[in-house]
């Protein structure tokens, strides 16, 4: 996981910096706190990576299952992986995709749209050949 290089003017909030340090486990930040962090504090999902970032602390279990997750877990999971792929979403992520790739945004509105977990996107996707940048948090 490589997070995106911050503002040459970006400052650090406070608030945030507080609620990320009392959310960390095992020193990072996992991927749904964060959006937590950003929904109680008005703020954007991008500016809380962005301050994690700058606070030197690593994101971690993407609610994708992208990354942060030990061998086995996350979307290489077979409890993920093997559900039935609901009818239309193969060829409604091929008509999402721009170049080859999805928003994360965009698969976690696919997820609610097919009524599915978010994890099992990113193995579909994977098997289409399409890549899910850019992350909502800016870690890829």
């Known amino acids: 996981m490589k997070n995106t290089k911050l503002p040459a003017d970006f400052t650090l909030d406070t608030t945030l910096t507080d609620a990320i340090q009392k959310s960390l486990r095992e020193g990072k930040l996992p991927c749904a706190a ?3 962090i950003a929904r ?3 703020a954007a999902p991008l ?3 962005q301050t ?5 602390i690593h994101l971690t279990r993407c609610q994708l299952g992208l990354f942060g997750y030990p061998e ?5 999971s077979t409890t ?3 559900r039935p792929i609901p009818e239309g979403l193969e060829e409604t992520i091929r008509e999402a995709a721009v170049d080859g790739k999805l928003s994360c ?3 976690w509105t696919l997820a609610r749209q097919f009524h599915i977990p ?3 996107i990113s193995p579909i996707a994977d098997q289409l050949e399409i890549h899910i940048t850019p992350c909502q948090l800016g870690a890829f």
């Open 34 to 36: 964060a959006f937590v």
């Open 40 to 42: 109680q504090n008005d």
């Open 47 to 49: 500016l809380v990576g």
């Open 52 to 56: 994690a970032t700058a606070m030197h």
């Open 72 to 76: 086995g877990k996350g979307w290489r």
């Open 80 to 82: 993920v992986a093997e």
């Open 105 to 107: 945004a965009q698969a």
């Open 118 to 120: 978010k994890m099992q």
